[in-house]
Structures are given as C-alpha cells and as structure tokens.
C-alpha cells in the first residue's frame, strides 16, 4: 500500500535531517510522529519513528548524564520581563545592537562572524528590564550548533537586516533558517511541545544602519517580507530609535507591569512585578507568594490613567480582576 505521504509530513521530516542536535531530533520526530497519516501504508515507517525515538532519547539521556554539570553557552538563563535573542547574518549589526543598548562588552567590529558565543546584555524600558541576546551570525551554509536551543527558549527573536546591504538575500537566510526549525509562529500550524506550549517564537524585524542606507531600503525590505511581520528601523548613532525599538519589543512581549501597594504604605513605583497581558489580581498574588495568594480575602485598584477611567481610585476589585499595564494593587489577606 502507497505511503501517500503529506506535505506537513515532508516539512517536519526536512526539519528532522536537517536538526543538529538530539533535542531538535526529538522535536521534529515528534511532529512527523503527529502529523503521519494513520493507515497501513505507513505502519512501517511509524514503527521506524518509534524506534528512532526511543534510540534518539536514550542517547540524549546518556550525553545529559556525561555533560552534568558542564555549561552549555547557548543556554542563556532569563533575566528582566522579556528576553529578545538576536539572529542576523555576519556584519548585519547584533553586537553594535547590544553595546548600544546594554553595558554587555559587545565586540563590534568590520570584519564578519566577530561574535562567536553568545552574549547577553540588560537593556533598560521605562521602569523594567529587557535582555537582549548577541549571537553569532548565520549564513546560508552555516549556522553555530547551540543556536536552536537559545532562539528556542527565548521571548521574541530579533532579526537584524543590515539595510545597506542585500536585503532579499538576508531575509531568505534567515527565514529559511526559522522556518526550517519551526521557529517562526504559524497560526495555521502550530507547533506544541508535549506540554502543549509553542515551539515556535514571535518574531520582528530589526532594520539596523538606517543612517548609511538608501532612502527606498525600508520598502525593499517590505517588498521582501512573505508574512506579515513587525519592523523597527534603527541605527546605533540614533538613541531615539533605539528606544522607540524597546517600546516595540515592550509592546510585542505583551505583558503588563503592576505596583504593589502595602496597606497604609505608600506605593513602590520602583520595581513593578512583570506579568503576562490578561493576568488576573489573583495571579499577582501567586506571583508574590503562593502561601499568600490561597489567604487572598479582598484587592483595591488604582487603574493606570490609560485603562479608561472604569476604575475609581481605590475600588475594590475581585480577584478574577483583570489587571491594566501601570495598575497599582493593594492585597488584602484573610
Ligand atoms: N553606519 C552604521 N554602522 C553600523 C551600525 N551598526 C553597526 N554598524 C557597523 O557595522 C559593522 C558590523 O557591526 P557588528 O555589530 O559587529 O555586526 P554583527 O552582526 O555583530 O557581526 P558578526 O559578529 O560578524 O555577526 C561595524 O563596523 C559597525 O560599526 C549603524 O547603525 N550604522
Ligand atoms: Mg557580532
């Protein structure tokens, strides 16, 4: 009987041949394992996936046991409200991204693939901190083994299009690479891991050296784009562009910041706790202390003047409230 192999099915087994390390392996088996179509002509090749798994997970249970405690350096922990990991061909300007904007000693240089680890940076919006990730660069034929794993775990992927160089050919480098991987959001065919969060990462476009590029390359890049995607032009000799860039990425990591007020205290407008949009009073309280969100008896509000005045100065409000970028909240505890 004919396989009648999808082309869902071709694409994650591309993503499988192409995979580097035994983490994307798993993933990519696991979607060709989802998306098979279940019938007698494919039995085979079913009972073939399952064995590849099961060898491909013993495996990477064997290097984990032989690496423990060895540091992976494209394992960039989280810091700050939202991690933006940088991707871009050589030259295309991460670094001078990230000594612009962080204190990180970011090389930045006229010669290509300078970066050769990555290196992370805190960058700062307003009141929050955002981390921003330099890379090493990818080309067409190459690209560092651990990238996966640090676009993987980030927030949102920033990809750097030098626009006084080739714009069409850094586009299709780097879609491809994302696309390829399952990186790239695709509400049409979502990727979930086991635990059903996403494999797949938003993305935007950072426009880098504005200053040194033709009037017109901005709607060369548009031209360029096969899916609708954000773009934030900039140029590091451009401070207000930078910022207006972390109010982008403020803005795309969709999250909301709140300040804690004690009772009888007065607020502290210093270091908001950071959440996701459409979070909830009772969610804040989880997020200061878990004991302390099961004793959770009441909440007053003082909304953030953008929240359109539904909210009187210190109303009270229940727990299933759900909180306003700026909102200050006061918990009350049984
Ligand atoms: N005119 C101008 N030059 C820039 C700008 N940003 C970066 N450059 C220059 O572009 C060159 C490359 O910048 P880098 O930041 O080192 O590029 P990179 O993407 O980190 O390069 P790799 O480490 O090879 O991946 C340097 O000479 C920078 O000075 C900019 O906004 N305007
Ligand atoms: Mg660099």
Redesign the pocket.
């Known amino acids: 009987m004919p396989a009648n192999l999808t082309p869902a099915y071709l694409k994650a087994d591309k993503w499988f041949r192409e995979a580097t390390t035994d983490e994307e392996k798993i993933l990519a088996l696991q979607e060709m394992m989802r998306v098979i179509p279940k019938h007698k002509g494919t039995e085979h090749i079913q009972a073939d996936l399952r064995k590849k798994m099961s060898a491909l997970k013993e495996s990477a249970e064997k290097k984990k046991k032989a690496t423990h405690g060895l540091l992976d350096i494209f394992h960039i922990p989280k810091s700050g409200a939202g991690q933006v990991v940088?991707l871009?061909?050589?030259?295309?300007?991460?670094?001078?991204?990230v000594?612009a904007i962080t204190h990180a000693k970011?090389?930045?240089?006229?010669?290509?693939?300078?970066?050769s680890i990555p290196l992370p940076g805190i960058a700062h919006f307003e009141d929050i901190k955002i981390e921003i990730v330099?890379?090493?660069?990818i080309t067409a034929e190459f690209a560092p083994t651990g990238i996966v794993n640090t676009l993987r775990n980030c927030d949102i992927i920033g990809i750097?299009v030098?626009l006084?160089g080739n714009i069409a050919e850094q586009i299709k480098v780097c879609f491809d690479f994302l696309e390829a991987r399952r990186l790239m959001l695709d509400p049409n065919n979502p990727i979930l891991d086991e635990g059903g969060k996403s494999l797949a990462r938003k993305c935007f476009i950072i426009a880098?050296?504005?200053?040194?590029a033709p009037p017109e390359a901005i709607d060369n890049l548009k031209k360029q784009l096969t899916r609708p995607m954000e773009i934030s032009a900039?140029?590091?000799?451009?401070r207000a562009s930078l910022e207006k860039m972390l109010a982008d990425v403020f803005r795309l990591l969709e999250i909301v910041r709140v300040y804690a007020k004690k009772p009888g205290h007065e607020v502290d407008m210093k270091d908001p706790f950071v959440l996701h949009k459409g979070s909830t009073v009772a969610d804040l309280a989880l997020l200061i202390h878990k004991e302390l969100a099961e004793k959770l008896k009441t909440a007053r509000c003082w909304a953030s003047p953008g929240s359109g005045g539904k909210i009187h100065d210190g109303q009270n409000v229940h727990k299933t409230h759900i909180l306003c970028d700026k909102d200050t909240i006061e918990l009350h505890f049984a």
Not at 106 to 115: I, L, R
Not at 134 to 137: A, G
Request: aromatic share 6%; glycine share 6%; hydrophobic share 35%.
């Open positions: 940088l871009g061909l050589p030259n295309s300007g991460k670094s001078a991204i000594a970011a090389h930045v240089a006229d010669f290509p693939f300078t970066t330099d890379m090493p660069p750097c030098d006084s880098t050296k504005k200053d040194s900039i140029s590091v000799t451009d």
